[in-house]
């Protein structure tokens, strides 16, 4: 199983806010910054969210990322239904001495 | 642009090794770490490892430590990974990616995975 733990499922309407978490411990999220990934399925991941709340150019400001203790959070306020997809977040671990991913949120638009 | 354009599928039986091929362009190579991550069927990604392109260091994550090999040839940008002692579960998705990176204290750290190629499926079967 992963190191990080996300919801496996999570849904919501057009124009609606959703978010989707991510747990992990002190030896990863509580002492690192982390990245959010979204995955259309058969293609690459793609960078949406790094340094914990930092937009890579052309992500949409719709999309924000937060962090408290040893947990971070993926927002995503008016939902649209090309982000039906699979969500990752990922961190660097201590303890591991690498970087680690959450095991994925599927993501439906209703 | 930055691109990472990796070679095409493979099947391999159990036992034998593997080598993917990463090429890059539109950055300075050997500006960047380049990782490898695979995704197995139906499951998330897993990092394998990196190498700087700029010095030649690798690293690599304890499970695969002993069966993986990273190389860059900096005159053509290109980063290889080649997995040996192929089993069945090693069936997968094989990614290369920049590493972003941000500059603290007098070394370079790992932020995210900026930029990803197209994934390389490797079919371990007999």
């Known amino acids: 199983q992963s190191v990080l733990t996300q919801p496996p499922s999570a849904s919501g309407t057009p124009g609606q806010r959703v978010t989707i978490s991510c747990s992990g411990s002190?030896?990863?999220?509580?002492?690192?910054?982390v990245s959010w990934y979204q995955q259309i399925p058969g293609t690459a991941p793609k960078l949406l969210i790094y340094s914990t709340n930092q937009r890579p150019s052309g992500v949409p400001d719709r999309f924000s990322g937060s962090k408290s203790g040893t947990s971070a959070s993926l927002a995503i306020s008016g939902l649209q239904c090309e982000e039906e997809a699979d969500y990752y977040c990922?961190?660097?671990?201590?303890?591991?001495?690498?970087?680690?991913f959450g095991g994925g949120t599927k993501l439906t638009v209703l | 642009q930055v691109q990472l354009v990796q070679s095409g599928a493979e099947v391999k039986e159990p036992g034998a090794s593997v080598k993917v091929s990463c090429k890059a362009s539109g950055y300075t190579f050997t500006g960047h770490y380049i990782h490898w991550v695979r995704q197995a069927p139906g499951q998330g990604p897993e990092w394998m490892g990196w190498i700087s392109p700029n010095t030649g260091g690798t690293r690599y994550a304890l499970k695969f430590q002993d069966r993986v090999t990273t190389a860059s040839d900096t005159s053509i940008s290109t980063a290889y990974m080649e997995l040996s002692r192929l089993t069945s579960d090693d069936t997968a998705v094989y990614y290369c990616a920049r590493g972003g990176q941000f500059w603290s204290n007098g070394n370079w750290y790992w932020h995210s995975f900026d930029h990803w190629g197209q994934g390389t499926l490797v079919t371990v079967s007999s």
């Open positions: 990922a961190t660097w671990d201590g303890s591991l001495n690498g970087p680690v």
């Open positions: 002190s030896f990863n999220i509580g002492g690192n910054t």
